[in-house]
């Protein structure tokens, strides 16, 4: 059993408050899988994890919004959170009233601030951004972030620590995970085993992924991630090596990542457009959050998945 298991990491992006976030997501993934091997109890072979990196920034976003609009931010702010877990959590019917307070300009008894909702979502993408970057001044919010990945990532390699490792990381949590399996790659963190290394990294898929904005950030990440079972002397797993990164048209945060030059299209090695969300309310910018469980991503993430397993139980 050893020999197959495979580890999958998910990794989130913004308005994410609950640490279950991808347990609907990780039941889908595990149920396709089951149906892409051919093999009922195949998916006890499958190590996941969740990366849980929102209490890093969600005290100095909740502390914003009550300086800010006093009184109003643990209202509004909360519903348009509770709404994003449930759609992240599998629910379609909260992409309605997620989709209809974003219609909304004015709050009775809220004169200081319209667009309660954009206002909201600029808070949560805006604002982690922000608190994200490393500065001259300081790097406190970037490194606690990546500690939660690497507990998250040594959580996996405790239980197989030389495993080919799959992540799956969407909104701002795809930067985040570019940004640390780079440093890794660059010997600017330090791992016990080649999972948390990196060194086994085979998958990575970007969701809904803004990644293409820090393109024009100076430094190195002008450079893309290169994925290491690319080269690894295994061949099957170097056949299992990609970048799929999943977008949608209506998600105005999501972009194309090939052609941005010739690294990034050596690098990558697929941009997917796909449609995810419900009817209607999909084809608008609420699509952004409707990744996580749609089939148009899971389903061929989970077939990837698969052809690595069944490659290495024929030896293939």
Known sequence: MGDDRIAVLFVHGVGIREPDYARTAIAQLRKQFRVATGHPDADRDLVIESAYWAPAV??????????????????????????TQKVATGST???????VSGLVRHVPGIPRMHWPTLRWAVTN????????????????????????????????????????????????GS??????????????????????????????YTLGSPIALWTQRDGDFARPLRIPARTSPDPVLAAAAEWINFYDADDVLSFPLKGLSQEWDEAVDEDRSVSVGAPIIGMSPVSHVAYWNDAAVIRPIANSIAWLWNARRSGT
Do not use: C
């Open 58 to 83: 969600v005290e100095r976003e909740d502390r914003l919004g009550r300086r800010a609009v006093p009184g109003f931010a643990s209202g509004w702010f909360s519903t348009m959170n509770r709404l």
């Open 93 to 99: 019917a909260a992409l309605v009233p997620l989709a």
């Open 125 to 172: 993408f805006v604002g982690d951004v922000v608190a994200y970057q490393v500065s001259p001044h300081t790097r406190e919010v970037y490194d606690a972030v990546h500690e939660r990945v690497r507990e998250a990532l040594d959580r996996l390699a405790d239980r197989a620590p030389d495993a080919p490792l799959f992540v799956v990381a969407h909104s701002l």
């Open 175 to 204: 930067v985040i995970a570019a940004d640390h399996f780079y440093d890794l790659s660059k010997g600017r963190r330090t791992a016990g085993t080649a999972l948390s290394g990196g060194q086994t990294l085979t998958g990575f």
